[in-house]
């Protein structure tokens, strides 16, 4: 954990003080910006293993400024952790959907907030054995963290990744939301059932284009099951 690199995106200096001390005190290198333009510079000069953004920003929102990292190649596989005051459900599914890993809301306690940063950590650093799932022309490797559909290669963010690993590794197996977010998001995380039902959405719309998004199958009244049978 020590060293790694996380941008916070906050325009309230207080707030951005006292989350750089907690995340310090973690061992983290913190890198500080009070809106998205300055974010768009420490992106491109320090390319953080982390952001922690602010849903509402000065000029351009954190939603926006999400929808825009997950747009390019270049940052669309660095996790993003929103922070917002926004408590509505529906603006929780708005962040995830933009493509957020996971998010926190303020007030928070900083326990909290050190034990989502290390849980999104830890899912976006897959372990590195060299394993190579093959399913009717999806391959997942688990040693580069590629997936390729018939030789093209499918890009996934970190979560999605994780999802499909792990659907792929449990064949024919049907898991409800709960525990598909133990294993997936691991226990102890405090993470609402429908964010697993947002990730499945990003996950089989990364898979459309190469005609596998109907691998990853809902059992109604259940929950998700990996399949290449009809």
């Not at 408590?87 to 303020?106: F, H, I, M, P, Q």
């Not at 940063?117 to 963290?145: F, H, K």
């Not at 030789?151 to 979560?159: E, F, K, S």
Request: proline share 4%; hydrophobic share 40%; glycine share 6%.
């Amino acid at each position: 954990m020590a060293d790694n690199r996380i941008l916070v995106v906050e325009d309230e200096a207080g707030i951005r003080e006292m989350i750089r001390f907690a995340l310090q005190r973690e061992g983290y290198e913190v890198i500080e910006a009070e809106d998205v333009e300055v974010a768009r510079i420490s992106v491109a000069d320090e390319r953080p293993d982390l952001i922690l953004l602010d849903w509402m920003l000065p000029g351009t929102s954190g939603v926006d400024y999400a929808r825009e990292l997950k747009s390019q190649p270049t940052t669309r596989d660095i996790p993003l952790i929103m922070v917002t005051a926004r408590t509505e459900s529906d603006d929780t599914v708005r962040g995830l959907n933009v493509g957020a890993d996971d998010y926190v809301t303020k007030p928070f306690s900083f326990p909290e907030l050190i034990a989502r940063i290390q849980a999104v950590m830890r899912r976006a650093v897959p372990g590195g054995d060299s394993e190579c799932i093959d399913v009717a022309g999806l391959s997942v490797n688990t040693a580069s963290q590629r997936v390729t559909a018939n030789g093209q290669q499918v890009r996934l963010g970190p979560t999605e990744y994780r999802l499909l690993h792990f659907f792929a590794s449990h064949p024919e197996r049907v898991y409800t939301r709960e525990q598909v977010l133990d294993r997936v998001w691991g226990q102890n995380v405090y993470v609402e059932e429908r964010t697993v039902d947002v990730h499945i959405r990003r996950l089989r719309k990364a898979l459309a284009p190469f005609g596998c998004d109907g691998m990853i199958q809902t059992v109604r009244g259940t929950g998700y099951r990996f399949s290449d049978k009809i």
